[in-house]
């Protein structure tokens, strides 16, 4: 009575039922038994319903304490969806302050986004045959304050004196959603853009070419690089390079319909998917829109407090046209992005089968040449290049040659081109180098003692830092003086990175290794390499030279490279000289030079000696050896 209020109604009844029980063992006669046996029978019911009630009170009360003890949300409702039993978690979740401000509501008022029609479905499912239990879902609430609220439910069918009701725990998965959130855009959205990347566009590509196939439409898929981007990473850095990335991707986003999708395929690559297009208008939208990628990739970047210029090439493939799935969309768009990159940057290019072709021949040609070196199946063989004047030999170039155990002779237009897309022309650049010094050092104590080594280099030498003490190393080893070497560039090496080279060319300079511009006439031919390069050689080039006997114009042209060479104080060297006319109409003009099948092909260094022997002091220019 002293220590619970609910219960003093039962402490009552107790101590009533003893004193009646002492008074009537006091005065206890045979003719008060009739109301000793009335009177303990009311206070016995009266107390065994009072320890009845004590105990299911009991009961509720640890069983309301333990709900209550729950960290999630529980409550339980019934067949019409209204509540009978909720915990405190469950009312704070759902924005209440008690859980009696829940029992006895239907769950739809609960929750404004839930209707009636919706609380009926979701308990039919307990009644369903063969259902598993719990059933587990993620839903967003929507509160009455407008809050959103990410919950997990666990719902498990609840049977209570015949009546079926259902119960459920909410999880509050706030701090696992953010943490989803967080994997999800790690898992597709590039980190440097912001933008999707190559998984989220693989996801996209293939939905976009279901959609097409299901409609008989088509989707084109746009492939871009940024031309020269590595100089921008070597130069200032991977922060300003991360910066360009961001305008780039910016400047692409800008120029895409709604509906266009754009993602990071990674490095310097972007794809740039134009999804939902009616059949026959791919290969035109796909232009359009490569056309105004280009033109915003021309306008020059502010990275670092510096303008920095880039261009874009871009390949495009069309679904059906260029491929029936994703997969192969991508492959064949990438493939034409790189014939792109040969034809000049920032150019665009379609696919087509014969790309697909070159492709493969490009990635069997990659195979066999990682191991060409080791393997020993290369060789050098040396091309004459003569005075024009006395027929003197006084300068050879060395060509590099390929026999592979797989694919037997492979041209050098063959895997020249494979060799630097790969960055092995480093490599192989190094092995020609030190084994055409090496074959100079052969010939030093005969008669081609003197004689000039010309070495072709690719841009990707150059770039390379330790190019220049490569060069040094090998003149050292095999005790070759500098003017015996000439390093022979093209033009598209001036281009691509002008300051670099400059500064290269200056350490070659120093050292006194000859500098050449291979095919002269072919390029830009700004006549601004001349003096900002200090250049040594001009070749002429073979298609200028063909013509010269029966075409004034070649003739014309050619003799205005010899008087620029010459005003400029530059060595002249005519290439494709293949007849007595040609080089009898070069000597005159003042060519120094002549290279071509005219004099030799190109031989092993033994032949070599023994044309360099048998040729004439003082040869007449329709007397060369053929």
């Not at 609430?141 to 609220?149: C, R, V, W």
């Not at 679904?319 to 014939?339: C, F, K, Q, W």
């Not at 841009?459 to 000439?486: I, K, M, N, S, T």
């Not at 033009?491 to 002269?520: K, M, P, Y």
Request: proline share 4%; hydrophobic share 45%; with cysteine.
């Amino acid at each position: 009575m002293s220590g619970k209020n609910r219960y003093r109604l039962l402490g009552l009844t107790l101590v009533l039922r003893g004193g009646f029980n002492l008074l009537s063992a006091v005065t206890l006669g045979p003719e008060l038994y009739l109301i000793w046996f009335v009177g303990t029978t009311i206070l016995k019911t009266l107390s065994m319903l009072g320890l009845i009630y004590a105990v299911q009170e009991e009961i509720q009360q640890r069983y309301a304490r333990t709900i209550d003890s729950l960290s999630n949300g529980f409550l339980i409702r019934d067949r019409r969806g209204y509540v009978i039993v909720a915990n405190e978690r469950c009312a704070r979740l759902l924005g209440c302050n008690k859980p009696s401000d829940l029992i006895g509501r239907h769950v739809s008022e609960l929750l404004p986004g839930l209707t009636r029609q919706m609380a009926d479905d979701y308990f039919r499912r307990f009644e369903a045959p063969g259902a598993e239990y719990p059933v587990v879902e993620t839903a967003m609430f929507t509160l009455h304050n407008g809050h959103k609220l990410p919950v997990e439910m666990l719902a498990s069918p609840y049977v209570e004196r015949g009546r079926l009701y259902c119960l459920v725990q909410l999880l509050d998965i706030s701090e696992r959603k953010k943490k989803d959130d967080l994997l999800y855009r790690a898992a597709r959205i590039d980190p440097v853009t912001g933008f999707f990347n190559r998984h989220a566009m693989s996801q996209r590509l293939a939905e976009a070419v279901e959609n097409a196939a299901a409609t008989e439409g088509e989707c084109a898929l746009l492939f871009i690089d940024l031309d020269k981007f590595k100089r921008v990473n070597d130069s200032f850095g991977h922060a300003a390079g991360d910066e360009l990335l961001r305008q780039a991707a910016g400047r692409l986003h800008d120029v895409l319909r709604p509906q266009d999708v754009m993602a990071r395929f990674g490095g310097d690559e972007f794809i740039v998917l134009i999804p939902g297009l009616p059949r026959g208008a791919a290969e035109q939208m796909a232009a359009d829109c490569a056309g105004q990628v280009i033109a915003a990739m021309a306008t020059c970047f502010n990275v670092s407090h510096h303008m920095i210029g880039v261009s874009a090439s871009v390949g495009v493939a069309c679904y059906p046209m260029h491929g029936g799935d994703s997969n192969t969309l991508v492959r064949n768009a990438d493939i034409a992005m790189y014939e792109a990159k040969k034809s000049g940057r920032g150019e665009l290019r379609f696919f087509n089968d014969a790309m697909n072709a070159s492709a493969k021949d490009a990635l069997v040609i990659d195979g066999a040449l990682r191991g060409a070196i080791e393997a020993g199946e290369f060789h050098l063989v040396y091309q004459a290049i003569t005075n024009a004047r006395t027929g003197k030999l006084t300068k050879v170039e060395a060509l590099l040659r390929w026999d592979s155990a797989l694919l037997g002779r492979v041209a050098p237009d063959r895997f020249i081109p494979v060799a630097e897309d790969s960055g092995m022309i480093v490599e192989i650049g190094t092995w020609v180098l030190e084994e055409a010094c090496r074959q100079v050092a052969c010939w030093q104590p005969g008669e081609l003692g003197d004689i000039t080594l010309s070495i072709n280099v690719s841009a990707w030498q150059l770039a390379d830092p330790a190019f220049v003490g490569l060069v040094h190393q090998a003149l050292e080893r095999h005790d070759l003086p500098a003017r015996q070497l000439e390093l022979e560039l093209t033009e598209r090496v001036l281009i691509d990175d002008g300051g670099t080279v400059r500064e290269v060319l200056a350490q070659l300079r120093t050292l006194g290794v000859g500098i050449s511009l291979d095919d002269f006439g072919t390029g830009y031919s700004s006549l601004s390499y001349l003096t900002q390069f200090q250049l040594n050689t001009l070749k002429i080039d073979r298609a200028f030279v063909m013509d010269i006997e029966h075409s004034e114009r070649s003739n014309n042209l050619v003799h205005a490279i010899i008087a620029m060479g010459h005003s400029l104080g530059l060595q002249l060297v005519a290439e494709g000289v293949e007849t007595a006319g040609q080089a009898a109409i070069l000597e005159k003009m003042g060519c120094h030079y002549l290279q071509g099948y005219h004099i030799s092909r190109p031989i092993p260094p033994d032949e070599l000696q023994v044309f360099a022997d048998k040729l004439p002091a003082q040869p007449l220019v329709d007397n060369f050896v053929i």
